[in-house]
């Protein structure tokens, strides 16, 4: 039985590239791996059809002798590479390729070494250094890196040696019928040495618990949420490896005076009712420090709301400015002396539907109401 094309069983064309191929491969190896349809034999020999053919397509100069010779190339070696394809001895590369970086690949290295893991760091400001930005100091519990090893893990006048189980490979293999089982070896942890003398100072770790003190630089306009990263300053690496990165998230504390909304400022600013009635002017706080006139006009009711353009938080790196926007509350007077409630009850009756037109249009409607209930 002829077998099939490598470039349809991987459902790519002929022009495709690595990463089409390496997409296609993934998916459908997930598709048809063994441990996914058990006892299914026709699972099973579909996952070995693209895993050889994934073998052969994913190195240039296999691929470049099938388009040329097709199967032919792979049958009865002649010297030039081109042999019977070993599925038991190259799957476990096939699938180191595929799979390890969802597996933790990448993350140590032959020598032992990893990277640090991030840190966060969670730093409350207020909204004034969110307007003008500020520099801070912060101090950080972390690890550094061990000055009695240099970050080794071994003790003085002694280094790490060869893991004997692993050969220093730091992975091990084992045959299961046509399948090869790679893991990590359990002597030195995927680390391919041992320490047999470890540095007192940190156990052999490399590494050793300390407090950082590292300057902030926090940028004008800034957001409630916004994440700071300093590369290099989190966790040290084990055993000499690279440090994570520190995040630090920035909140910003409840004003007294201002709301934010964005790049805008909200100021609820209460008035008299002689202000609101007869209007005037107002002076507003700025958060600069500074202060702001605004004319109310008359006849001004509670909510109505004056922008003053440019007084607003600025626009992180940019040279932009939000708008404060002042919100009117009238004021009901209270606490009032016999000679006031007189005044205010004269102004009542001399007031009419024109003076209060919403408190009139309001209790026509109410009055029709109650009409048409009792009709």
């Keep these: 039985m002829a077998k099939a094309d490598y470039y349809d069983l991987l459902g790519v064309g002929r022009n495709a590239d690595a990463d089409e191929i390496k997409r296609s491969y993934r998916k459908m190896a997930m598709k048809f791996h063994p441990d996914r349809n058990p006892g299914d034999a026709e699972a099973e020999a579909r996952f070995k059809e693209l895993s050889e053919a994934y073998e052969v397509l994913k190195d240039d100069q296999k691929r470049s002798a099938y388009d040329q010779f097709g199967h032919a190339a ?13 599925f038991g001895s190259s799957f476990a590369d096939v699938f180191d390729d595929l799979f390890g970086e969802f597996m933790g690949g990448g993350q140590r290295s032959r020598t032992g070494a990893t990277r640090g893991a991030d840190l966060r760091y969670n730093l409350e400001i207020s909204l004034e250094d969110a307007y003008h930005g500020r520099n801070t100091q912060i101090r950080v519990p972390t690890t550094a890196t061990c000055e009695s090893c240099e970050g080794s893990g071994a003790a003085d006048n002694s280094q790490p040696v060869t893991c004997r189980t692993c050969q220093g ?13 790679e893991r990590t070896c359990p002597a030195c942890q995927g680390a391919g040495r041992v320490i047999e003398t470890p540095c007192k100072s940190c156990a052999g770790q490399g590494r050793v618990q300390k407090e950082k003190t590292l300057a902030v630089n926090i940028p004008a306009g800034v957001e409630d949420g916004t994440r700071i990263r300093l590369s290099g300053e989190g966790e040290a690496g084990l055993r000499g490896g690279p440090a994570g ?19 805008n400022l909200y100021c609820r600013v209460p008035i008299t009712m002689v202000t609101a009635a007869l ?26 709301q004056f922008r003053l353009r440019g007084k607003g938080m600025p626009v992180m790196r940019g040279q932009a400015h939000g ?10 007077p209270v606490n009032l002396t016999k000679a006031q409630k007189d005044l205010l009850r004269e102004f009542d009756e001399a007031a009419s ?15 029709e109401l109650w009409d048409d209930l009792t009709d």
């Excluded at 490979?169 to 089982?181: L, S």
């Design 74 to 86: 792979f049958e009865g070696g002649d010297g030039m590479g081109r042999g019977g394809f070993d």
């Design 169 to 181: 490979a730091g992975r091990i293999r084992a045959q299961q019928g046509f399948f090869t089982i």
């Design 245 to 263: 990165d520190l995040y630090i998230f920035l909140s910003l504390s409840a004003h007294k005076l201002f709301r934010r909304d964005g790049a």
């Design 279 to 304: 209007g005037g002017n107002i002076e507003v706080p700025t958060l600069d420090g500074g202060r702001a006139k605004v004319n109310v006009p008359g006849g001004t009711q509670s909510g109505s």
């Design 323 to 332: 708008d404060l926007y002042i919100q009117t509350t009238v004021e009901t």
């Design 353 to 367: 539907e024109k003076t209060s037109p919403e408190t009139h249009g309001f209790f026509s409607k109410v009055r």
